[in-house]
């Protein structure tokens, strides 16, 4: 019985988590530009995240060593540290966006409050949760709280869509015509911001964290956590595609802002439809902007030796200073650019683009441990998980070569 | 060195020339039909999205803290494309299609301050709602016409 609660605490943690800014941007302007066209590409990067993420809990379950560990070792220090170096950048920007994205948020109810100080508060009411909580409770607090967005599930219904449209959706087709590059930029898109790999670092940590053992019966918590929290996540991006295309679609609004998400919600249900929807935007960007921020620290600490973990509370963080300080940096870092001016939304995009390029770094290190016998003794990868790892490794391979140009000869989707 | 001097002018003299010309010719630093046509459909969404937005607050549907940020988001977005198609020169045949943009993101930029000044004004954004309609029709008109 406890084994079952955990299963279903993991999956709707798994569940809440999976949405952040770049999901929200990016499947809004997907339906708006393309109706259901590009539906596709949700089960497409959901499979891929939920095979790879597997994979990793299996391999931190087994070697007790989460994913940058692995990637050192088996790159070795001087493709390690490209890697590093990448994925630092990516997760600034990722921080950067999401930080921002609170702020915004926060705007549909405190308009007359200056950006700045939003984005202070922002900045100041996360990092403050993430010291007081321990990881647990930051997992599911954000993950529970991001299930709000179930918002966008009741209106995807309530807007009673063509449902023989929405099936059609969900065949891959080739799209040619005048928007071809915008339509493969956003097939990229939505593709790559469920397989950020962030996701995947936060993920295998969080696993040692956990202290998840095999004899304790944890691979089958990773393997329902894996399966069903990440695919229950791709329903609520499928509906954020069909309210769009519902409501947007027709009538040629391409969104630029977050606000067209929300506006997405408020106008199906009204005050309370846009209430569920920002609260559950706060949840699910705050969550995402903790685990971008965990991953760079887990990254650094991982790579350079250091003492790292979040599994007690604040007082433990006097035993791991240099993890501790890396992610206070990324979250100061991220506020810093945001006190720019840098929009948040393309900022998104960006971050989605560029992670793009350094998947095949993060991925191919994990496939090659998980299928090494010498690691992984019986629970080496089965013939599933090797042809779908393989098959991913390839898409990733093609998706990073294109997706630069895709968004410079898009201007990032705007044709 | 004395010599030097002359002798690269004239070898990067005809150069430059060549370059100026065929930016001139190809009418480089102008706005061409896929420019003019994508701030179009950047006013045409932005006056649909903001007739959606004042629809919602002339029926007291929406806080007025989110109809006030986003009148000024969408405000914003209308006013730099109509900028962009005035400031911008235009290739020939496209000028009119440009100048009639420039007028519909200035006259909803302005119509949507409005409706962010006063965004509990229910009647104030009935009729914002009517002329954002009418704009959005004519933005997907000149769009059309090029």
Redesign the interface.
Known sequence: MKKVLQIALGVVAALGGFVDIGELVFNTQAGAEFGYQLLWTVPVGVIGIATYAEMCGRVATITKRPVFDVVRQRLGFGPGLVTLIASEAINILTVTAEVGGIALVM??????IPFRVLLLIAAVVIMFVVWVLPFEGIERIFGYGGLLLIVYIAAAVHLHPDWGDVASGFVPHWQTGEDTLIYWYFAVGVIAAALVPYEVYFYSSGAVEEGWDESQGDLAVNKANALFGFALGGVFSVALIIVAAV??HP???????L??T??GA??TF??TG?LLAALGMMFAIGGAAVEGSFAGAYAFAQFLGWEWGKSRKAKHSKKTPGFTSAWMLLFVLAFIIDLTGANPVLITEYAVVMAVVALPLTYLPILLIARDERYMGERVNGRLANTLGIFYLGLLTVVSVVALPLLFAT?HG?? | MGRDRPLAFTRVAPIACVVLATAALTGCGRLDK?AV??EL??L??AT??GM??SG?AARS??????I???T??LSK?AKNSADALAETPTESGLQEAASRGNQIGNRASELLDSLHSDPGNSDLATNVTRELGAL?GDA?KAEASL
């Open positions: 705007q549909f109810y405190f308009a007359d409501l947007f009538v040629g609004v391409s969104p630029d802002f606000g067209t929300a506006l408020q106008i009204g005050q846009l201007n705007s044709g | 896929d046509s994508t459909k950047t045409q969404s649909t999205e959606l937005v919602q549907r929406a806080p007025a803290d989110f006030e940020i986003r000024a988001e977005q959005s997907e």
